[in-house]
């Protein structure tokens, strides 16, 4: 069955420093989502992407994030200067499509973010 | 008010037991309603969408009122597996596959 797959599972980084979170959507699907989990609360939408530019954005989701899909198979979520509060699990999810049906989200196993 | 809001739970219950959880979601815009699953820091798990008319997948049945802003999960002949948080999940018409999530209600399911 196909998946959703992330790369690190796990970073620690010290504050201030740049980090790069990536994700392999799932082969035939056109819909790239972030979404962090910070410890013990919800999930939270971070950014959306389709068709090579995003297409819907959080307030969460301020300059120093930015998203890019940089070949056919890898979506990258990038974080310029880390904060503390930045320290979250982040999830990569894809869709298939837009439309009813082909909404639902397959969410990848996430990357644990520590922020030092 | 809260977009989606759930009872936190826990929720206690024996092996074999039937279980209903409710959500409730504040904006009428909403389109698209998903139950997912999710264990200990792992990922969500997409249990199953929520149509108008209700829909069954095994032991798991959802309903959808609209007219309350209401969905339900109801699951029957709970398992040992079955324990997890279970997270009511929206997507707003336009929103761009926008996923709304509640914060879950926890199930643990003994012996």
């Known amino acids: 069955e196909p998946e959703v797959t992330q790369t690190p599972s796990h970073q620690v980084t010290q504050m201030g420093q740049e980090v790069i979170l990536r994700c392999v959507p799932i082969?035939?699907?056109?819909?790239f989502y972030w979404y962090r989990q910070i410890l013990g609360q919800k999930v939270e939408f971070l950014v959306s992407?389709?068709?090579?530019?995003?297409?819907?954005k959080s307030e969460i989701f301020d300059d120093q994030f930015s998203v890019e899909r940089p070949d056919g198979s890898n979506f990258t979520l990038k974080i310029r200067s880390t904060k503390l509060e930045d320290s979250a699990m982040y999830f990569c999810?894809?869709?298939?499509?837009?439309?009813?049906?082909?909404?639902?989200?397959?969410f990848g196993p996430g990357t644990r973010l520590t922020v030092t | 008010r809260k977009e989606v809001e759930q009872d936190p739970g826990p929720f206690n219950v024996p092996e074999g037991a039937t279980v209903a959880f409710n959500c409730t979601y504040s904006?009428?815009?909403?389109?698209?309603f998903f139950w997912y699953r999710q264990d200990c820091r792992k990922e969500p798990k997409l249990l199953m969408s929520?149509?108008?008319s209700g829909n069954e997948d095994g032991r798991f049945t959802a309903q959808l009122n609209r007219a309350s802003q209401y969905i339900s999960l109801l699951i029957r002949d709970s398992k040992l597996s079955d324990s997890a948080t279970y997270l009511c999940?929206?997507?707003?018409?336009?929103?761009?596959?926008?996923?709304?999530f509640g914060a879950g209600t926890r199930l643990a399911v003994h012996p």
């Open positions: 999810a894809s869709s298939e499509d837009g439309t009813r049906g082909g909404d639902e989200q397959y």
């Open positions: 082969s035939n699907h056109l819909y």
């Open positions: 992407f389709y068709n090579n530019e995003i297409s819907e």
């Open positions: 904006n009428s815009a909403s389109q698209s």
């Open positions: 929520v149509y108008s």
């Open positions: 999940v929206v997507n707003l018409e336009g929103g761009y596959n926008k996923l709304i």
